[in-house]
């Protein structure tokens, strides 16, 4: 199996940046899409972004592009989620995920690996 760990949650003023990092252990290899998802208190988990293993595919919710980057790192079996321009709006906890798939997912069900989670909180 996948151990994903998240970090790099905190506190941030509206208009600035955080990066998430979330770190990959197991039997990880080169067919895994990575993906992050955020749930913010009483709605439901949602879509944010999506890589697969090869970084060749990147993919956004519309309420995050142009603002926010994934990006991965092989050799550190690494994912990151670089946050700029937060807005309140951005407020939840995000997850991580992994999926064997060589290409990508866009919904939470069709992914078995999850991280902890990690609060990102946006004040105006």
């Known amino acids: 199996q996948v151990q994903l760990v998240e970090s790099g949650g905190g506190l941030v003023q509206a208009g600035g940046s955080l990066r998430l990092s979330c770190a990959a252990s197991?039997?990880?290899?080169?067919?895994?899409?990575m993906g992050w998802f955020r749930q913010a208190p009483g709605k439901e988990r949602e879509f944010v972004s999506a890589i697969n293993w090869s970084g060749s595919i990147k993919r956004y919710a519309a309420s995050v592009k142009g603002r926010f980057t994934i990006s991965g790192d092989n050799a550190k079996s690494t994912v990151y989620l670089q946050m700029n321009s937060l807005k309140p709006e951005d407020t939840a906890v995000y997850y991580c995920?992994?999926?064997?798939?060589?290409?990508?997912?866009?919904?939470?069900?069709?992914?078995?690996?999850w991280g902890q989670g990690t609060q990102v909180t946006v004040s105006s």
């Open positions: 197991g039997r990880t290899g080169s067919s895994y899409c």
């Open positions: 995920a992994a999926v064997l798939y060589d290409g990508v997912r866009y919904t939470a069900h069709e992914y078995p690996y």
